[in-house]
């Protein structure tokens, strides 16, 4: 989907749920969030994202794309997939690597599912490589879950192997969904505590990219507020496809992460609506 929309410009519309540029909300007849319109040169809406499949999306993209003569993009590659070790053995080889090790407690849930992309995300590849990484299905009760006092899902710890009880003392314990800047720094804190460097990632030259738009730089608040905006929309299209169950699911995760967030309000206010 990112190699497609390099063949777009790719604008994003804050409308803080219809009170912020409702003028334009009005002209397009935007009615819910998200909406994803596809416009021609002048402004004129030509269609819209139709679709929740990446690989339809990518292709819609590219169609549209063609429409004004863009060059095509190479081919949509497979999501990537995250592999990782049993924790006993993520523990034996952090000590013999001397590596801080993380280990993800994770199950079916949509927000397990959040965390596995933005782990599987580029952006945390540095941060990653300086970890023994290790997976473990989370299973309420389990021996393993009550060693290390796990009781949701997704967590992701971050151990010192050298520790006789490791999880007595982690470095990190990171509960809930995270989209992969999130992650990216709450990883990179933990990381910090134990006393792995974790660089920032080179720069891109201008000739290596080409032309881009500015890009918006936000606040943590404000990555946060997007983040739960992004989980209450999928929430609640989740629930108008009969998928009342998992869209409950989805805010109580919302609300769990970020319990004091005033975004959170909104969470609460339709998990009590879906709940009656």
């Given at each position: 989907?990112?190699?497609?929309?390099?063949?777009?410009v790719?604008?994003?519309?804050?409308c803080?749920?219809?009170?912020?540029?409702?003028?334009?909300?009005?002209?397009?007849?935007?009615?819910?969030y998200?909406t994803?319109l596809?416009?021609?040169?002048?402004?004129?809406?030509?269609g819209?994202?139709?679709?929740?499949?990446?690989?339809?999306?990518a292709?819609?993209?590219?169609?549209?794309?063609?429409?004004?003569?863009?060059?095509?993009?190479?081919?949509?590659?497979?999501?990537?997939?995250?592999?990782?070790?049993?924790i006993?053995?993520?523990?034996?080889?952090?000590?013999?690597?001397?590596?801080?090790?993380?280990?993800?407690?994770?199950?079916?849930?949509?927000?397990?599912?959040?965390?596995?992309?933005?782990?599987?995300?580029d952006?945390?590849?540095?941060?990653?490589?300086?970890?023994?990484?290790?997976?473990?299905?989370?299973?309420?009760g389990?021996?393993?879950?009550?060693?290390?006092?796990?009781?949701?899902?997704p967590?992701?710890?971050?151990?010192d192997?050298?520790?006789?009880?490791p999880e007595?003392?982690?470095?990190?314990?990171?509960?809930?969904?995270?989209?992969?800047?999130?992650?990216?720094?709450?990883?990179?804190?933990?990381l910090?505590?134990?006393?792995?460097?974790?660089?920032?990632a080179?720069?891109s030259?201008?000739?290596?990219r080409?032309?881009?738009?500015?890009?918006?730089?936000?606040?943590?608040?404000?990555?946060?507020?997007?983040?739960?905006?992004?989980?209450?929309?999928?929430?609640?299209?989740?629930?108008k496809?009969?998928?009342?169950?998992?869209?409950?699911?989805?805010?109580?995760?919302?609300?769990?992460?970020?319990?004091?967030?005033?975004?959170?309000?909104?969470?609460?206010?339709?998990?009590?609506?879906?709940?009656?």
């Amino acid at each position: 989907m990112i190699q497609a929309a390099d063949s777009l410009v790719c604008v994003f519309i804050e409308c803080n749920w219809g009170k912020a540029n409702a003028d334009l909300s009005g002209r397009y007849g935007v009615g819910g969030y998200p909406t994803v319109l596809f416009c021609d040169p002048d402004g004129k809406a030509i269609g819209e994202l139709n679709s929740h499949d990446p690989a339809a999306v990518a292709k819609q993209m590219q169609q549209v794309a063609a429409k004004f003569g863009a060059k095509p993009v190479a081919p949509v590659a497979e999501a990537k997939q995250i592999t990782g070790m049993p924790i006993g053995e993520a523990l034996a080889a952090g000590r013999k690597a001397k590596k801080p090790v993380a280990i993800l407690f994770f199950d079916d849930s949509p927000a397990s599912v959040t965390v596995h992309g933005a782990l599987s995300d580029d952006l945390l590849k540095d941060s990653l490589s300086r970890v023994v990484f290790g997976l473990e299905e989370y299973r309420r009760g389990s021996p393993e879950c009550v060693r290390f006092d796990v009781t949701r899902a997704p967590t992701l710890l971050v151990l010192d192997p050298a520790l006789a009880k490791p999880e007595e003392k982690p470095l990190g314990r990171i509960e809930g969904s995270r989209g992969a800047r999130e992650l990216k720094r709450d990883l990179d804190s933990a990381l910090a505590s134990s006393g792995v460097e974790v660089p920032a990632a080179p720069a891109s030259s201008a000739e290596d990219r080409g032309p881009r738009a500015p890009v918006e730089k936000l606040s943590d608040d404000e990555l946060e507020r997007k983040f739960i905006q992004a989980r209450i929309s999928a929430a609640m299209e989740l629930k108008k496809k009969g998928k009342t169950d998992k869209a409950i699911e989805t805010l109580e995760d919302v609300i769990k992460s970020y319990p004091k967030h005033v975004e959170t309000l909104v969470a609460k206010k339709l998990l009590a609506d879906m709940r009656k």
